[in-house]
């Protein structure tokens, strides 16, 4: 390819860097918000996702986060040192560790997300009920073209 030659972008490019360079402002918002918790954006998911589930394991919550379990339990252990995580042994399998809050890692996530809600409030403020649902709908199929993609 020459220098100066020009790329043809393809049907929906815009749309695409559009959506990508909201979801790294979305990111960048999250992360100054939870900063001011202490607390990164995996962090904060975790967090989140024991909430809702207590007693998951790490490799459930590696699987639902689309991390790698390494990363997951790196997260938990300082997590664990700053007294808001704790890791129990499974009753059914001594080799998997059960995640729970401790009480100030769920006063902590309360608030975490709290800031996360007005964030969400902020780019909903801008949509109708009906461009909201459409919205959703439309990333729903986007991931599910995205998941073929993936297991090709």
């Known amino acids: 390819m020459k220098s100066g030659e020009k790329l043809e972008k393809t049907r929906g490019f815009d749309v695409w860097l559009a959506v990508g360079r909201t979801n790294l402002k979305v990111h960048r918002a999250l992360n100054q918000s939870l900063g001011e918790l202490d607390l990164s954006l995996a962090q904060h998911e975790i967090l989140l996702s024991i909430w809702q589930k207590n007693g998951i394991t790490q490799k459930q919550l590696a699987e639902n986060l689309l991390v790698v379990k390494s990363n ?23 080799r998997n560790k059960c995640l729970s809050l401790t009480e100030a890692g769920r006063k902590l996530v309360r608030m975490s997300f709290e800031r996360q809600n007005k964030i969400i409030d902020a780019m909903a403020s801008v949509m109708q009920d009906n461009e909201l649902q459409m919205t959703g709908e439309v990333m729903t199929r986007v991931g599910k073209a995205l998941d073929q993609l993936l297991t090709r």
């Open 72 to 94: 997951v339990s790196a997260l938990i252990k300082k997590l664990e040192s700053r007294g808001l995580v704790r890791r129990d042994c499974d009753p059914n399998d001594t």
